[in-house]
């Protein structure tokens, strides 16, 4: 069972906390502190215990206590701040996990965070037992994600972890439009059979599931929070025909999109960030 007392739930943006201070004061972490980023600018960096982290939307940042933190220019993330008993099992898993992490998988975290949000402004508490179970949540999908950010991190130089990152976004901001290995590997300035092997290595999959996964993710959306039809879904992320679109659908989901937008609740709206 997790043991924690949660302080803090909600949605930070910079620009309203510091509007003429690009860069941040440098200050001290009391507790652990996970952020999701929703949207940054293009030159933004967060600074944890003197490491440098490029700061892109669908990333995740885990900050420990007795840790230093700061950051350049401006970013929105959604946040959430809480203690967990020294010596426990969870305190532990915290403490060793990495400062950033790189998520193939970003709808399930922002769901999370999403539902925290909206509970805690509902309920104007930070602290209960559905609140606890969302973060239990939270940390399982950490920690899962824990040896892969790990390999993405550590093993290899700075500018590749950034080579990366702009591959990973680029795919975020084109899913839907054709996209080839090479393309990829081009924004990376590496060799298309280079590519594929870093990029594997690092997050545990292939370009081409990834490409996959966040198009199917982006579908799953798309069929729960709107009245586009399958064709227009399929079309609308990237995929080449309804038929090619239903059979990965169903590969990935064990439905098809017919199926799967039937079976889930579409009252289901997005925070709204103002």
Partial sequence: MLRARVSKIGIYDKKKAFPTLKTSPLRGVDCFEIEYVLRSDSD?????????????????????????????????????????????????????????????????????????????????????????????????????????????MLPQPHKQILHLRRAIAYIKENFHQPLNLATLADICGYTPNHFRQVFTKSMGVSPQKHLENVRIQHAKYLLTQSEKSIAEVAYECGFSSQSY??????????????????????????????
């Fill in 44 to 152: 933004c960096t967060l600074y944890i215990d003197g490491e440098t982290y490029p700061s892109i939307p669908n990333t995740i940042y885990v900050r420990k206590p007795g840790q230093t933190s700061q950051s350049k220019s401006y970013f929105t993330c959604f946040f959430i701040h809480f203690e967990v008993e020294k010596g426990s099992r969870h305190y532990d898993t915290l403490m060793n996990m990495p400062s950033y992490f790189a998520i193939v998988n970003a709808d399930k975290y922002r769901e999370i965070f999403e539902r925290l949000v909206r509970h805690s402004i509902k309920t104007n508490r930070v602290q209960d037992d559905y609140i606890l179970a969302k973060l239990l949540e939270l940390l399982y999908y950490l920690g899962e994600d824990a040896i892969r950010n790990r390999n993405l």
């Fill in 245 to 274: 679109f239903s059979t990965l659908f169903k590969k990935y989901t064990l439905a098809t999109p017919h199926e799967f937008r039937e079976s889930v609740s579409s009252n289901y709206p997005d925070v709204v960030i103002s």
